[in-house]
Nanobody, 121 residues
């Protein structure tokens, strides 16, 4: 099957930086888009950033200018560079990818297990 594995979360002070990475593995034929969502306590999961296979990006207004999403198509990885972090960025961050698998049709969304990001002094 397909798996998404995230890494890079942790505790950082306001104004600091963190880098999240996500690697997709398994029976992957192609990946349409990869991105990141986050969910803070008591809130709904929200889109942070997404990057299509063609290179188009979409960012949440709250992270524009601070976060950068990038992707390595050859390695099936997506990275989220987070700068100028704020306490309100505290959340569990989830990797998301729309993947066409060798074993299933049509393409579907897959999710990582989530990684905690805490911004606090």
């Amino acid at each position: 099957q397909v798996q998404l594995v995230e890494s890079g979360g942790g505790l950082v002070q306001p104004g600091g930086s963190l880098r999240l990475s996500c690697a997709a593995s398994g029976s992957i034929f192609s990946i349409n888009y990869m991105g990141w969502y986050r969910q803070a306590p008591g809130k709904q999961r929200e889109l942070v950033a997404v990057l299509t296979s063609g290179g188009s990006t979409n960012y949440a207004d709250s992270v524009k200018g601070r976060f950068t999403i990038s992707r390595d198509n050859a390695k099936n990885t997506v990275t989220l560079q987070m700068n100028s972090l704020k306490p309100e960025d505290t959340a569990v961050y989830y990797c998301n990818a729309n993947i066409k698998s060798y074993l299933a049709y049509p393409p579907r969304d897959y999710w990582g297990q989530g990684t905690q990001v805490t911004v606090s002094s």
